[in-house]
């Protein structure tokens, strides 16, 4: 490396030394061109330069450069859940593979864009890659058959879930709406409908809209939200006695006055 930098100096920078150049491009002409000379003298004590050795030994075993860009993928090995998919812990997310390998320790390349799968060097998943936290991404024909065929001979669909909320309230069936888009594959949510329907059935119409009325406020909708606020008796309570602390009466504070 040190002789090859030596090189650098002798062959296109001390030829350059003395001369002036008023733009960049200008620049790297007259270095390309020195390269050519630097490529086209012999070696010493051979009878062949460097560019000749390049075109008889080395071009015609070059292969194309690819199409796409380099992009680093990582591999991890990961366990297939029950639920048969496999979680990569980076984002926390989970993917489905087939359900007849439960069980099974597969290998995970992932990059940016796509996570696969592979056990036993045989390819079996092929998913995008999603960043969104505690979620699922799932294929359909991953799923064993019976569970395919459960939620429809049990009527489950989120038409029917939505109709059975409205039976409550506006805000029952709007909270609804958002547990089934809570997850990518809507299947997985039905569980937490079908907690949410039995609530309803165990709690009075008005404290079940008030329930779903705050709890549409939060950011994740859940079975266990509903459950917690019924529970505690939060739907009952206003909504600015729940705060923490209690903005205080000061007289260095302003209103909305202050701002016309």
């Given at each position: 490396?040190?002789?090859e930098v030596k090189l650098v100096y002798q062959r296109i920078y001390a030829p350059l030394r003395d001369s002036v150049f008023f733009s960049l491009s200008e620049l790297n002409s007259h270095i390309v061109e020195q390269l050519k000379i630097h490529h086209q003298k012999y070696f010493q004590?051979?009878?062949?330069?460097?560019?000749?050795?390049?075109?008889?030994?080395?071009?015609?075993?070059?292969?194309?450069?690819?199409?796409?860009?380099?992009?680093?993928?990582?591999?991890?090995?990961?366990?297939?859940?029950?639920?048969?998919?496999?979680?990569?812990?980076?984002?926390?997310?989970?993917?489905?593979?087939?359900?007849?390998?439960?069980?099974?320790?597969?290998?995970?390349?992932?990059?940016?864009?796509?996570?696969?799968?592979?056990?036993?060097?045989?390819?079996?998943?092929?998913?995008?890659?999603?960043?969104?936290?505690?979620?699922?991404?799932?294929?359909?024909?991953?799923?064993?058959?019976?569970?395919?065929?459960?939620?429809?001979?049990?009527?489950?669909?989120?038409?029917?879930?939505?109709?059975?909320?409205?039976?409550?309230?506006?805000?029952?069936?709007?909270?609804?709406?958002?547990?089934?888009?809570?997850?990518?594959?809507?299947?997985?949510?039905?569980?937490?409908?079908?907690?949410?329907?039995?609530?309803?059935?165990?709690?009075?119409?008005?404290?079940?809209?008030?329930?779903?009325?705050?709890?549409?406020?939060?950011?994740?909708?859940?079975?266990?939200?509903?459950?917690?606020?019924?529970?505690?008796?939060?739907?009952?309570?206003?909504?600015?006695?729940?705060?923490?602390?209690?903005?205080p009466e000061h007289e260095n504070l302003r209103g909305p006055e202050a701002y016309e």
């Amino acid at each position: 490396m040190e002789n090859e930098v030596k090189l650098v100096y002798q062959r296109i920078y001390a030829p350059l030394r003395d001369s002036v150049f008023f733009s960049l491009s200008e620049l790297n002409s007259h270095i390309v061109e020195q390269l050519k000379i630097h490529h086209q003298k012999y070696f010493q004590n051979k009878d062949h330069s460097r560019l000749e050795c390049f075109m008889k030994g080395e071009k015609d075993l070059l292969q194309p450069l690819p199409k796409d860009k380099f992009v680093i993928r990582h591999v991890v090995k990961a366990k297939v859940q029950k639920s048969y998919h496999i979680i990569l812990g980076e984002d926390r997310h989970y993917y489905s593979v087939p359900f007849s390998f439960i069980g099974k320790t597969v290998n995970v390349i992932y990059d940016t864009d796509t996570v696969e799968i592979y056990y036993d060097h045989k390819h079996i998943a092929l998913h995008v890659r999603s960043y969104k936290p505690n979620g699922f991404t799932t294929i359909k024909e991953h799923m064993p058959e019976s569970h395919r065929r459960y939620s429809e001979q049990q009527g489950w669909t989120p038409e029917y879930f939505l109709r059975q909320a409205l039976k409550t309230g506006s805000y029952t069936h709007l909270y609804i709406e958002k547990v089934l888009q809570s997850k990518s594959f809507t299947e997985q949510t039905y569980n937490a409908c079908l907690g949410i329907m039995r609530l309803a059935k165990s709690y009075p119409a008005e404290r079940m809209e008030a329930a779903c009325r705050r709890a549409l406020a939060g950011q994740r909708y859940t079975y266990t939200t509903i459950n917690n606020i019924l529970i505690h008796h939060l739907d009952t309570v206003p909504s600015d006695e729940l705060l923490l602390f209690p903005m205080p009466e000061h007289e260095n504070l302003r209103g909305p006055e202050a701002y016309e």
